[in-house]
T-cell receptor, first 116, second 118 residues
Framework: EAGVTQFPSHSVIEKGQTVTLRCDPI?????LYWYRRVMGKEIKFLLH????????ESGMPNNRFLAERTGGTYSTLKVQPAELEDSGVYFC??????????????FGPGTRLTVT | AQSVTQLDSHVSVSEGTPVLLRCNYS??????LFWYVQHPNKGLQLLLK??????LVKGINGFEAEFKKSETSFHLTKPSAHMSDAAEYFC????????????????FGTGTRLQVTL
C-alpha cells in the first residue's frame, strides 16, 4: 500500500510569490489533515478535511492560505502571497473512514518551504 | 484545551543503555496519547498509542509507554538503545471521539532529539 505522498519535497520562493503544495493521501482515506512546523517551534495543526469538506480549519493562520480537496482525493494548499514567516515544513496526514475505528494518522514526508 | 510538554529537547544515550523520553500532558477530556518518531528525511511514524485501554502500551521497535493519570505523564522508554533509534520523537495528544472511534486534530510537543552514541 502506497503511503501519503507530498509534492514538492522542497520549494524555495521569494516573498510575494505564490506556492502550491500537494498531498496525495492513502487511497480510500476519507480524512486528510495539514500540519506545519515552523523552525524552532512545534508541529501545529492547520486543517482537517473529511472527503471534500472542511471539518476543522481552526489552525489556518490567515487568508493567504487556501486549502482544497477536489473530489475528496488529493489536496492542495496554496500560499498567496508568501511571507517570510511561512517558511517551514508542511506535513500532510490521512486516516481511514470513521467507521473503521482507527486512531492513527499516517504522515507524509513533508514539504520544506523556504521563503526568501 | 489540551497540550503536551516534552521535558527534554535533547537526550543522549550510549548504545545498549536504557532510553527515557519524558512527556507530560494536559487535557480537559479523556485523552488519546501517541508517540511519533521522525527519522531524517522521513515522514512521521507512529510508535505507539494509548486510547483508554491498557495503561502500559507496547509499540514498535521495543518501545513502550505508561499512561499515568495521577502524574499526567506518558513517558517513552526502551530497555536498550540501538544506533537506529537516533531520531526526533514527538509526544502527541488528541481528543478521542468515543462515538466515532477516530482522533481529532493532533497537538504535538516540541520534540525530543535522541542521540545514540557508541
Amino acid at each position: 500500500e502506497a503511503g501519503v505522498t507530498q509534492f514538492p519535497s522542497h520549494s524555495v520562493i521569494e516573498k510575494g510569490q505564490t506556492v502550491t503544495l500537494r498531498c496525495d493521501p492513502i487511497s480510500g482515506h476519507d480524512n486528510l489533515y495539514w500540519y506545519r512546523r515552523v523552525m524552532g517551534k512545534e508541529i501545529k495543526f492547520l486543517l482537517h478535511f473529511v472527503k471534500e469538506s472542511k471539518q476543522d480549519e481552526s489552525g489556518m493562520p490567515n487568508n493567504r492560505f487556501l486549502a482544497e480537496r477536489t473530489g475528496g482525493t488529493y489536496s492542495t494548499l496554496k500560499v498567496q502571497p508568501a511571507e517570510l514567516e511561512d517558511s517551514g515544513v508542511y506535513f500532510c496526514a490521512s486516516s481511514p473512514d470513521r467507521a473503521l475505528r482507527t486512531y492513527e494518522q499516517y504522515f507524509g514526508p513533508g514539504t520544506r518551504l523556504t521563503v526568501t | 484545551a489540551q497540550s503536551v510538554t516534552q521535558l527534554d529537547s535533547h537526550v543522549s544515550v550510549s548504545e545498549g543503555t536504557p532510553v527515557l523520553l519524558r512527556c507530560n500532558y494536559s487535557s480537559s477530556y479523556s485523552p488519546s496519547l501517541f508517540w511519533y518518531v521522525q527519522h531524517p528525511n522521513k515522514g512521521l511514524q507512529l510508535l505507539l498509542k494509548y486510547t483508554s485501554a491498557a495503561t502500559l502500551v507496547k509499540g514498535i521497535n521495543g518501545f513502550e509507554a505508561e499512561f499515568k493519570k495521577s502524574e499526567t505523564s506518558f513517558h517513552l522508554t526502551k530497555p536498550s538503545a540501538h544506533m537506529s533509534d537516533a531520531a526526533e520523537y514527538f509526544c502527541v495528544v488528541s481528543k478521542f471521539y468515543q462515538g466515532t472511534g477516530t482522533a481529532s486534530k493532533l497537538t504535538f510537543g516540541t520534540g525530543t532529539r535522541l542521540q545514540v552514541t557508541l
